[in-house]
């Protein structure tokens, strides 16, 4: 769970307060980026289906998904989902991660 949580922290350091146009014209950005999107999704697809199942309210399939259409159909990755994902999902899961490892020290 760290590990998305430090996945999610590297996105956000990596964006800062730049543009959609420019984290796309930024190639090394972008890429470090979907790198760490890539990570997350395997992270949470390495949690077990028990705690996947305790936590409903973070879409675990969305986020694998997400991995495995990066991973796999990279050729046919539309950087404004991508941009979405990290404006619209990172950040409610950042709070749920960090719910989830407090509640387990």
Known sequence: ????????DNIVKYIGDTSM????ADGMCYHAVVYNLMIIGEAANML??????EHPKTPW???????NFLVHDYHHVEED?????IQEDLPP??????EYL????
């Open 81 to 85: 989902i991508v941009w979405k994902a």
């Open 48 to 53: 077990t289906f028990d705690f996947r199942e």
């Open 102 to 105: 407090k509640s387990s020290q």
């Open 21 to 24: 146009e420019e984290f796309i």
């Open 1 to 8: 769970m760290a590990d998305i949580l430090q996945a999610i």
């Open 61 to 67: 399939k969305e986020i694998t998904g997400m991995r």
């Open 93 to 98: 899961l950042r709070e749920q991660v960090i």
